[in-house]
């Protein structure tokens, strides 16, 4: 962190560096757009088609650290295929002035049968989808959330639940309302709740509870129907009778040690005070930061994958219950089953920079090791709130090394509408993203901090708010650092836990 740097445009891992018998100023453009100028342009990024695939050739003392900004994201899905890369195509024939009247209403004819076939098939393909998506192993017809797989990869019925509100609210998503709605607490027993959590990727529930509510129509347990998930077990009704909804929580998370007094801006951590905190160790070398959210997952950012091999779990190592590079000896060591990243993620505009790391063996909790709260779907960091930024990045723009200590500092969230002032970042920060830093500059993540927490305190429980994703520069007047914003994206982040909770 540069007195916190910005995590993201330096974010490149720490394994690219340039060689020292090279003049990067002049054969690759910096890792952030050059200070001149009163804004960047829209959407400003290190991406594709700025960059080479790597920042800089890669030697064998190079290091390797993601940038803030991504040099290159995923791995994108086989190319379209078009008319310009299909083997010999011919090219259509046009209509001839004598056919042309024929020609055209046939055409007309042609393309309007293709746009009925196709909107049918779609409607009937994703039929009361609460998130719009759809697999190709799916039946014909399709109704989400109902409790009947009808996908061979169970993808209808992945993404149905999910929490609301300062009291965690159960809400799943009600195939006949179509609409998202509360469970009634009558008939709700401990052994659902552990079912629904598990079901979601968590190993049980840590506190369920009936929470006061009159919702206009809610979803009622059905204790004859035989469960295979919650929705399963879930019938419509219009009222609960006991005028109490379900509220839920699947772990015990965002506490952590007490520590006395408040360190601002860029200095060591006190161990065991950000227990989710997490290194990631690509191929033996820190290159992104991360957070703990249970015992089996790891929250980062998408870019961290920065080449096709850096998606073999083999290839990392997760260090936790830390705080110096130097003394991993006394770390949590954790190896990763599985790596599954945004597949919308974006390197040309950094939109839906998130990825999910599965550990091979769980966590065990300690004082050190902990994991963050994910907020609910709903909940809101206002802009101005105080929350904080940790991790092993750069302590300055420019840099040649990563910080051997974790390092601290307080951030405030700075609202999209500000944010997107022509004169920060001119319209580029997205709904899923959200601004943390200071305008007057001197604070921020940088690079190495890539995939690290944004936290932030409420009512003495820490919730993960974002993950560190990109910026220009690091701590530069008018360009805070932007993070993947959490509450956009958990509903993601609990299909993949639950499709992946075996």
Aim: aromatic share 10%; glycine share 8%.
């Amino acid at each position: 962190m540069t007195s916190f740097p910005n995590v993201y445009e330096n974010y490149l891992p720490e394994h690219v560096q340039p060689p020292s018998n090279r003049n990067t100023q002049e054969e690759y453009p910096p890792p952030y757009p050059s200070a001149g100028g009163d804004y960047p342009p829209p959407y400003s990024s290190v991406g594709a088609g700025q960059y080479p695939p790597y920042p800089y050739p890669s030697t064998a003392s190079a290091q390797y650290q993601p940038y803030y900004i991504p040099a290159q994201g995923p791995t994108h899905p086989p190319t379209q295929i078009t008319q310009r890369n299909v083997p010999h195509q011919k090219p259509a024939r046009s209509c001839s002035p004598q056919r042309k009247t024929y020609c055209c209403v046939i055409s007309l004819f042609l393309t309007l049968s293709a746009l009925g076939i196709g909107a049918y098939v779609i409607l009937r393909f994703v039929k009361d989808s609460p998130t719009g998506s759809s697999s190709s192993h799916c039946q014909a017809v399709v109704t989400r959330c109902n409790g009947i797989s009808e996908c061979a990869d169970n993808s209808d019925e992945l993404g149905c639940v999910r929490f609301s509100g300062t009291s965690s609210q159960l809400e799943v998503y009600g195939w006949q309302d179509k609409r998202w709605l509360p469970v009634c607490y009558t008939a709700w027993s401990p052994s659902l709740a552990d079912k629904t959590c598990k079901q979601l990727g968590y190993r049980s529930s840590y506190q369920t509870q009936g929470t006061t509510g009159q919702p206009s129509s809610s979803l009622v347990v059905n204790t004859t129907k035989q469960i295979t998930n919650i929705q399963s077990v879930l019938s419509n009704s219009l009222q609960c009778t006991t005028k109490e909804t379900v509220s839920l929580k699947c772990i015990d998370c965002g506490k952590r040690i007490k520590t006395s007094g408040r360190i601002v801006g860029g200095v060591p951590a006190l161990l065991g005070k950000w227990p989710w905190q997490v290194s990631l160790h690509y191929k033996s070398r820190h290159v992104c930061g991360g957070t703990i959210i249970s015992e089996d997952w790891v929250v980062t950012a998408g870019h961290c994958f920065f080449e096709d091999e850096a998606f073999d779990p083999s290839k990392w190592k997760v260090y936790s219950g830390f705080i110096s590079q130097r003394q991993l000896s006394g770390a949590t060591l954790r190896y990763v089953s599985k790596i599954t990243s945004h597949r919308s993620y974006s390197s040309d505009t950094n939109d839906y920079d998130i990825a999910l790391m599965k550990l091979q063996k769980p966590l065990e909790f300690t004082a050190q090791v902990r994991p963050a709260c994910l907020p609910t779907y709903n909940q809101e960091f206002p802009h101005g709130m105080a929350c904080w930024i940790t991790g092993f990045g750069r302590t300055k723009e420019g840099a040649t090394s990563t910080s051997d200590i974790l390092l601290e500092a307080t951030v405030n969230i700075i609202g999209s509408g500000t944010c997107n002032r022509r004169r920060i970042y001119n319209g580029a920060v997205t709904q899923r993203m959200i601004c943390a830093g200071k305008l007057s500059g001197g604070v921020d993540s940088c690079q190495g901090d890539s995939g690290g927490p944004l936290v932030c305190e409420v009512s003495g429980t820490w919730y993960l708010a974002g993950v560190t994703s990109w910026g220009h520069g690091c701590a530069r007047i008018n360009r805070p650092g932007v993070y993947a914003q959490v509450t956009q994206l958990s509903n993601w982040m609990f299909s993949q836990m639950e499709a992946n909770s075996n």
